[in-house]
């Protein structure tokens, strides 16, 4: 197979990270004789930085292009006396809207040997499972331009959604669920909104093309405390934007890590955006602390998602999960025991949990 893929590091610790899921990426090129063409471009502060903007013409059309995106994360303290519409988080709602990449999906699995790390019971929260399917691309962060009015005193946000925009995202949730454990918790506030009531209808109307898939609608704060306290008993959630951002960082506490999240923002012919779910971390940038796992993992879900490579995909993924068997952790992971590692050294191990030794073992070595 061969393919290319646009890596946009950003800021913070994105370079850090970056540098591990492209290590890993080769590894399993090397082990299944595909082709994977890396080609770097600058988005987020790193983009201001150099050009002034936080999405140059220059990185759009190589994402354009592409087969699949790879991003660090953007933003930091740096440019924070930039004005709003300039920031570094204006580059990667551009890229996405561009894009057209409206569905972000995000798995939410515990790994076992961290369910202690969770600030949560661990009876509560093993066996949870979650996959969050959330609008990327229009409501409230989309409407018309937010303004203010009245002398400052009175302020405007709207959310705008087309049916068509909520048609396809549901039929996401339900493809999902179809090939997951068949439950669908559809998220709304139709008691209040028109937009929820909308949303609803359309749930409803789709729900009787997959007869196999139950559905449930939950009222946003009351799926917000089901999340925490009976996480288990979701199968696939899908929400608009708003609600989808809210809940998908509040269900990053059942792994017990932010650290250790990926996510992957896809359009309907399969190109897409793989990030973590963390931020670009400003605090440890630079100092090789930094968790690589959320990358390396969004780097197995740009395999399963636009290339298919489930074998691939799983084969990360195991290799990550033997990490965590094997006791290792990065400082964010605040275990008690176990073998404390830097960025670097955790890529080594999840290189060398590879099934191909031979390989990664001279990638390994090129890199220290
Ligand atoms: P954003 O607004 O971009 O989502 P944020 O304000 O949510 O950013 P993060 O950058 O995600 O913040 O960082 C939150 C905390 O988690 C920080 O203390 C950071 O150091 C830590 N953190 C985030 N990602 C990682 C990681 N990969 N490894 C270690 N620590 C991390
Ligand atoms: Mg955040």
Redesign the pocket.
Do not use: K
């Given at each position: 197979m061969d393919k290319q893929i646009i890596l946009l590091p950003g800021d913070?610790?994105g370079r850090e990270?970056m540098e591990s899921a492209k290590l890993v990426l080769t590894a399993i090129a090397m082990e299944y004789n595909h082709k994977f063409t890396f080609h770097e471009h600058a988005i987020g502060g790193d983009a201001i930085d150099k050009y002034g903007v936080p999405l140059p013409e220059d990185t759009v059309n190589a994402c354009s292009s592409a087969d699949a995106i790879l991003l660090g994360?953007?933003?930091?303290p740096k440019w924070d006396s930039i004005p709003v519409h300039l920031r570094p988080?204006k580059g990667l709602l551009g890229i996405r809207k561009s894009l057209g990449l409206f569905a972000n999906l995000r798995p939410v699995k515990g790994f076992a040997s961290l369910l202690h790390a969770s600030p949560l019971k661990e009876e509560i929260i093993k066996d949870s499972d979650i996959m969050i399917v959330r609008e990327l691309t229009g409501g409230l962060y989309f409407g018309q331009p937010s303004e203010r009015r009245e002398n400052g005193n009175v302020v405007v946000d709207t959310l705008y959604y087309h049916r068509t925009e909520m048609e396809r995202i549901i039929e996401k949730g339900f493809q999902s669920a179809r090939i997951r454990n068949k439950h669908l918790t559809s998220v709304d506030k139709a008691n209040v909104l028109e937009s929820s009531r909308m949303w609803r209808e359309i749930v409803n109307e789709k729900a009787k093309d997959y007869p196999d898939v139950t559905v449930e609608h939950l009222l946003v704060d009351a799926a917000a405390m089901k999340l925490i306290t009976q996480p288990n008993q979701f199968d696939v959630i899908v929400t608009e934007n708003l609600f989808g951002d809210i809940l998908s960082?509040e269900a990053s506490v059942l792994t017990g890590?932010?650290?250790?999240l990926p996510s992957a923002s896809v359009r309907t012919d399969g190109v897409g955006l793989y990030e973590?779910?963390?931020?670009?971390?400003?605090?440890?940038a630079g100092k090789d602390?930094?968790?690589?796992?959320?990358?390396i993992l969004s780097a197995a879900l740009m395999l399963r998602y636009s290339f298919g490579l489930e074998e691939e995909a799983s084969e990360i993924e195991s290799a990550v999960n033997e990490c965590m068997e094997q006791g290792y952790h990065?400082?964010?992971l605040k275990l008690n025991g176990g073998k404390q590692v830097s960025?670097k050294k955790m890529t080594e191990i999840v290189l060398g949990n590879l099934t191909t030794k031979r390989i990664s073992d001279s990638i390994c070595n090129s890199y220290v």
């Open positions: 913070g610790i990270i994360a953007v933003g930091g988080e960082d890590s932010l650290g250790m973590p779910v963390h931020g670009s971390a400003p605090d440890i602390t930094a968790n690589p796992l959320g990358m990065t400082a964010d960025t």
